[in-house]
């Protein structure tokens, strides 16, 4: 199976990330023509209940896919502690400081994710 990626993907080295953000942007793009054809009274942008969770989801997978490459392009240490120290670390912690790291990285991905789509809308 490797040999067939060198030679169908000479020039295009995909990783994990990119292919994340690849499907996330083909089902966010094609996302109107599926609920259109699943439902036929469906608009192109529907303001309903299923749209508006399906875009969500879409929007949050698309800007972690982002983040984690520009981590790991940017900051290879980090990503590479993130990858094969952090585990062990936080095991070795107490349950109040796994929470509060836990909850910080949470809020702190959250609201860039909210702050991020307010300066797009």
Same mark, same amino acid.
């Given at each position: 199976?490797?040999t067939i990626k060198?030679?169908?993907?000479?020039l295009f080295r +995909? #990783?994990?990330?990119?292919?994340?953000?690849?499907? $996330?942007? %083909?089902?966010?793009?094609?996302?109107?023509?599926? $609920?259109?054809?699943?439902? *036929?009274?469906?608009?192109?942008?529907? &303001?309903?209940?299923? !749209?508006?969770? /399906?875009?969500?989801?879409? &929007?949050?997978? +698309?800007? #972690? &896919?982002?983040?984690?490459? %520009?981590? #790991?392009?940017l900051w290879p240490?980090?990503? !590479?502690? $993130?990858?094969?120290?952090? /585990?062990?670390?936080?095991? $070795?912690?107490? /349950?109040?400081? #796994?929470?509060? *790291?836990?909850?910080?990285?949470? +809020? %702190?991905?959250?609201? !860039?994710?909210?702050?991020? %789509? &307010?300066?797009?809308?």
């Amino acid at each position: 199976m490797e040999t067939i990626k060198q030679f169908v993907f000479p020039l295009f080295r +995909l #990783k994990r990330e990119h292919l994340a953000i690849l499907i $996330s942007l %083909l089902t966010f793009l094609n996302f109107p023509w599926l $609920s259109r054809h699943w439902d *036929i009274t469906s608009a192109a942008i529907d &303001a309903g209940a299923l !749209s508006a969770v /399906a875009m969500a989801i879409f &929007a949050l997978l +698309l800007f #972690k &896919a982002i983040t984690w490459w %520009l981590v #790991k392009t940017l900051w290879p240490a980090l990503a !590479s502690y $993130s990858n094969y120290h952090f /585990a062990n670390n936080f095991q $070795s912690l107490s /349950a109040c400081h #796994k929470v509060l *790291i836990y909850l910080g990285f949470y +809020l %702190l991905l959250l609201y !860039s994710f909210v702050l991020t %789509l &307010a300066a797009l809308v």
